[in-house]
Nanobody, 127 residues
């Protein structure tokens, strides 16, 4: 396992959670870190991404205004702050790292763009 995702849990509709992603090696060394999610019986879908060097952020339309991705280079971690959670947000959330430099939103929103993946953390939003 190259990445460790944590922070998931059970919350009620409207609640908040903050997910964390840390590399198993000392620091992120790639271009970007992304968050994806996968609900039972559904395809893995893009949630958000951030470029490690410049902190440029990208979001899926479904989470814009509710989720915020950030990075802390001093702690070598990436975070996903989620507010106003809805039952539709229920899924396993996975973080991933893209090694190759470069890529726009249309690259970073594809799971094929990423080289390393974490094991995921479960987020359950009850109605």
């Amino acid at each position: 396992v190259q990445l460790q995702a944590s922070g998931g849990g059970l919350v009620q509709t409207g609640g908040s959670l903050r997910l964390s992603c840390a590399p198993s090696r000392p620091t992120f060394s790639g271009y970007a870190v992304g968050w994806f999610r996968q609900a039972p019986g559904k395809e893995r879908e893009f949630v958000a991404a951030i470029t490690w060097r410049n902190g440029n952020t990208y979001y899926a339309d479904s989470v814009k205004g509710r989720f915020a991705i950030s990075r802390d280079p001093t702690k070598h971690m990436v975070f996903l702050q989620m507010i106003s959670l809805e039952p539709a947000d229920t899924a396993v959330y996975l973080c991933a790292e893209r090694l190759a430099y470069g890529g726009s939103y249309y690259t970073l929103n594809s799971r094929d763009a990423y080289d390393y993946w974490g094991q995921g953390t479960q987020v359950t939003v009850s109605s």
